[in-house]
């Protein structure tokens, strides 16, 4: 079955960085586009990023287009998501998602605190 584990989130002081990872398996990774979602305190799921099978192709929102970097390693079945500058607004569960598919993982918490 499909299944997507996210990682890599914690607690930083804001202007940090992090890198998130996820790590997908049951599906045919190198073929699907791939999202990563956030969801803040009180708000609904937002998307944040996207990149095609072969990750030619990413797109992102304008509210975090020169901060966030979307990459990924399909001989590791792995997605990334670099968060540069952080803001405390950025305070959120980062969720990957296969963009075809309807599976989540369980998020990984970034809180970005001084």
């Known amino acids: 079955q499909v299944q997507l584990v996210e990682s890599g989130g914690g607690l930083v002081l804001p202007g940090g960085s992090l890198r998130l990872s996820c790590a997908a398996s049951?599906?045919?990774?190198?073929?699907?586009?791939m999202t990563w979602y956030r969801e803040r305190p009180g708000r609904e799921r937002q998307l944040v990023a996207l990149i095609s099978g072969s990750g030619a192709v990413t797109r992102y929102p304008d509210s975090v287009k020169d901060r966030f970097t979307i990459s990924r390693d399909n001989t590791k079945n792995m997605l990334y998501l670099q968060i540069d500058n952080l803001l405390p607004e950025d305070t959120a569960v980062y969720f990957c998602k296969a963009s075809a598919l309807g599976a989540w993982g369980q998020g990984t918490q970034v809180t970005v605190s001084s």
């Open positions: 049951g599906f045919s990774f190198s073929n699907s586009t």
